[in-house]
Every structure is written in structure tokens, then in C-alpha cells.
């Protein structure tokens, strides 16, 4: 029987890498595993933005 304390992974946020612990919901990008949709955000390099008015890349 598998504990419910067990970790089985760390979050793949660079920033995170908190413990994934057995049973937990988590999510999944492509291979990775990440521990909260703030994460998954991060991991993807989301960003929030008003549309229309989000600046041209590389003048952030």
C-alpha cells in the first residue's frame, strides 16, 4: 500500500519545486509534472496581458 505522504516527484516550476506527493491532483506539461495551475502558467511562460495593447517582444 502507497502512502499518501510519499513523494513521488517535484514540481517541474523552477521557482516551485515543491513535493508531489501520492494521489495528488497535479497537472502535466508534456512530460512534466506541476503542482498548481500558478505553476503550470509559470512553467508555460504565460503571462498576463490586456489585449490589444501588449507590447512587441523584446520590449517588455
Not at 508534456?30 to 495593447?53: I, Q, Y
Amino acid at each position: 500500500m502507497t502512502d499518501s505522504q510519499e513523494v513521488l516527484n517535484y514540481c517541474a516550476n523552477e521557482s516551485c519545486n515543491a513535493p508531489i506527493h501520492f494521489g495528488q491532483e497535479v497537472w502535466k506539461a508534456g512530460s512534466e509534472l506541476v503542482c498548481s495551475g500558478k505553476c503550470l502558467v509559470a512553467k508555460l511562460g504565460a503571462k498576463t496581458v490586456t489585449a490589444g495593447k501588449e507590447e512587441p517582444e523584446g520590449n517588455e
